[in-house]
């Protein structure tokens, strides 16, 4: 008898042992799972709601929008930034020229190194501001406008003007809903 209980006592001690392994083996899963999730949100993806009509049609006041952290914006991307001259705002817009580009906004088209850039908005483009006369984006500098171009403030206007690349947040990658 003494037998059969030394056996049921080790068997016992063995299903604690591995319960507590796979307490431990899970915790350690959950922890690196938080922990990879928060250097993701911090260092390379974000979340951002859109206020506003200005990216209407492509963006709706209140989408959910995800986006991936980066500083080197291309010509159509949608991106977030910073504007420093209005309380630390941010800016969800589309890159239209890039560093080294001249913009210019005449006659209900925008030119972009004499080239008609094609219209992502509904109406056409009324009020040239800023680009009334040819802007030549200096080195880290981008052009954007909303795609709403009749109802968005963006580098049309003096409180925006041109986007300075270490105010840009990131690039849009897909809407959540």
């Known amino acids: 008898m003494s037998s059969y209980y030394s056996y049921s006592d080790s068997f016992r001690q063995n299903q604690k042992r ?8 899970y915790s350690v899963g959950v922890i690196a799972s938080i922990l990879l999730a928060f250097v993701l949100v911090r260092f390379v993806g974000f979340g951002i709601t859109m206020k506003g009509d200005s990216m209407k049609e492509t963006i709706q006041n209140g989408q959910h929008l ?21 309380d630390n705002s941010y800016y969800i817009k589309r890159v239209i020229a890039v560093p080294g580009d001249t913009v210019l906004i005449s006659d209900e088209q925008i030119l972009v190194n004499d080239k008609a850039v094609e219209q992502k908005g509904e109406e056409p483009i009324i009020s040239a501001g800023l680009a009334s006369k040819p802007i030549t984006l200096k080195e880290n500098q981008y052009f954007v406008l909303g795609d709403n171009y009749n109802n968005s403030v963006d580098s049309r206007v003096a409180s925006v003007g041109n986007v300075n690349k270490d105010d840009i947040v990131g690039r849009i990658i897909f809407k959540l809903w």
């Not at 914006?73 to 420093?84: E, H, L, S, W």
């Open 18 to 25: 591995q319960l507590r392994e796979k307490i431990i083996f």
């Open 66 to 86: 995800i986006g991936v952290r980066f500083t080197n914006a291309k010509q159509n991307d949608i991106i977030v930034f910073r504007n420093g001259d209005e």
